[in-house]
């Protein structure tokens, strides 16, 4: 299988069109579109489509994050954030278009994010980082972009990954997790590409 996006290239910078947050005084929230995305080569006897985005440079502790005159030093663990999660995507579908699935912030979370029909959302990450957030708290499903802490000294990698599966329907409700996608996926995978974008609002630290 192959994964591609006319809107970046593997291993280079993902433009900020396509991220929630945007290099500001020190970061301002962007225009969050979701990137075109098209894949191909699909298995004899794919069923149907798996899409997942996910940032693997997260910081595991938040005590230096997006604080003045602190760094997120490089050698601190990282963790997972998600910022897309979709199933049951159906197999005559092989290519997303360029905002076809977000294309703005949505304050509080998508409800009903667009998408294939019959396919359905997961939550992602940003439903737990804005908890306690009067102004944005909510339940985020669909595709929500990149907006890395500006103070961390790594670049963030966010990784795009399509799967191909033999079986038409996962048994998942909207809001679903990665942890119940996975288990879900289980057994059930043919083939799968992946695509990679860097991200950055560091201005000393270039994506």
Known sequence: MQLRS???????PIPPTFAFGKPGQPMALSDNHSPHLAWKDA??????????C????????PDDVNKEGRVVPADLPRVEFVHWLM????????ELAEGACSDEITPRGKKQPFGPPGSVQGVNS?????????????TYLGYDGPCPPWNDSLVHHYHFC?????????????GFSLQELREAMKGHVLAEAGLTGTYS?????PA
């Open 6 to 12: 006319d809107n970046f290239q593997h291993g280079k």
């Open 126 to 138: 940003y439903t737990d980082w804005f908890a306690g957030d009067i102004q944005m708290e909510g």
């Open 54 to 61: 996910i940032d693997n440079d997260v910081p595991s502790k």
């Open 201 to 205: 609002l560091n201005a000393n630290v």
């Open 43 to 52: 298995p004899a006897g794919t069923r149907s489509f798996v899409l997942t």
């Open 87 to 94: 199933a049951n995507i159906p197999p005559e579908c092989g």
């Open 162 to 174: 399509i799967y191909a599966l033999d079986t038409a329907i996962l048994s998942l409700q909207p």
